[in-house]
């Protein structure tokens, strides 16, 4: 089955009540017994939930796994991940990294005796001297949030199997449309579906995808004894987001390419970050790789001030200012007050997110129309 068709059909088959097409809404706690044990499958919804499960075959055949395991939110799947750790275990993640997953890290686990070390990976070798016995996992985000730098994931797999490290993708930027982590050798892919999964900014949820049975069974066993479960009513509205991902990302990136070729030719920008830019550093990657570049960007203004930015974000007005990203809408963002205001300064700024970086989730509405907002935003 190609990727368009699995969107729409994989995993997926009529509801076996009434042949429903659409898997209905399980919103159950709970399931009838015929006799003590004896069910149809369904003992409690945070065990199982059938609408749920529909959601997490479907997930799986987006990502060319075997097993999908969905949670309350991404960060939730994040915290599912770490939780196959022991105290004394190290984890290599890249230092540019979504806020919420560093504070998790840092925040949280750290207090747990699980030591996690910030490297950039733009190079995959640079990991290399960080790998010890205890070392069980690597993390990466590629295109990273904010700054869309690049990871190979290959080389990144390669290494990770020499050491017998697990390497986890956090594929929520590039979506399976355009990345499958798997099938370069990653072990876990997470999403947060929030963001393109969902694509209509009405939920909030999380997704891990898996090709190993060990594995999944340990993940599901802490999805029900942490509990961080997705609701029946959002695993359905995950599930149609998901019918429409091929066409959506589609879009995203035609659009974001414009508008990346408009800044990069902007006399009020100084930088772009899209890895469709021949300019990116590791564009060779990102094209071996996705099968297109996706639909965020960030950029520096021309003057290098908060001021600059500040002004810009709040003049534009399909560019909605919010936080998240991927869904049909346009957004803007400024990373280091809002999605990134939780990693401290020094450490923002080392790799690169400035006050004057504004990061746009490019939406799918007319181009011409994005281009013409951007242009009464500089025009001052
Ligand atoms: C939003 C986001 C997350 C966290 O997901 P939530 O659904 O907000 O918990 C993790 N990684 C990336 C790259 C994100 O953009």
Request: hydrophobic fraction near 40%; include cysteine; proline fraction near 4%.
């Amino acid at each position: 089955m190609k990727f368009n068709t699995k969107t729409i059909h994989g995993g997926q088959s009529p509801d076996k009540a009434y042949g429903s097409v659409m898997p209905p809404i399980y919103q159950t706690s709970t399931y009838a017994q015929s006799s003590p044990g004896q069910h149809q499958g369904f003992e409690y919804s945070r065990t199982h939930n059938p609408t749920r499960h529909a959601l997490e075959q479907s997930l799986a055949s987006i990502e060319n796994g075997t097993h999908g395991i969905t949670f309350g939110s991404g960060l939730a799947a994040i915290d599912a991940v770490i939780k196959l750790l022991n105290p004394g275990d190290e984890v290599i993640a890249t230092n540019d990294l979504y806020g919420g997953s560093y504070r998790l890290f840092t925040k949280i686990y750290e207090r747990f005796g699980v030591k996690f070390h910030f490297v950039s990976m733009k190079d995959a070798a640079s990991i290399e001297p960080l790998v010890n016995k205890n070392t069980k996992l690597i993390w990466i985000e590629t295109p990273t949030n904010p700054m869309l730098n690049i990871i190979d994931i290959k080389k990144m797999a390669a290494i990770a199997k020499s050491y017998k490290v697990l390497l986890a993708v956090d594929n929520t930027f590039a979506t399976p449309y355009l990345q499958q982590p798997l099938d370069l050798g990653a072990d876990i892919v997470m999403h947060s579906a929030t963001k393109y999964i969902g694509g209509h900014s009405d939920i909030v949820m999380g997704a891990l995808v898996v090709k190993n049975e060990a594995l999944a069974e340990k993940l599901y066993f802490i999805q029900n004894a942490s509990g961080a479960i997705a609701g029946p009513q959002d695993c359905f509205l995950a599930l149609r987001g998901i019918k429409t991902l091929h066409v959506r990302v589609q879009r995203h990136c035609e659009n974001a390419f414009a508008v990346a070729d408009y800044l990069h030719n902007h006399p009020k920008v100084a930088q772009v970050f899209y890895p469709g830019l021949t300019s990116h550093p590791n564009h060779h990657i990102a094209k071996a790789q996705m099968s297109g570049f996706g639909g965020m960007m960030s950029f520096t203004t021309a003057e290098g001030t908060l001021e600059s930015a500040v002004k810009i974000v709040k003049k534009l007005k399909y560019f909605t200012l919010a936080e998240s990203l991927g869904g049909v809408e346009s957004l803007s963002g400024h990373p280091a007050s809002m999605t990134h205001a939780s990693i401290p300064k020094e450490e923002r700024e080392k790799v690169g997110v400035t006050d004057a970086l504004i990061r746009l989730s490019v939406g799918i509405e007319d181009v011409s129309d994005l281009l013409a907002d951007l242009d009464q935003a500089f025009r001052l």
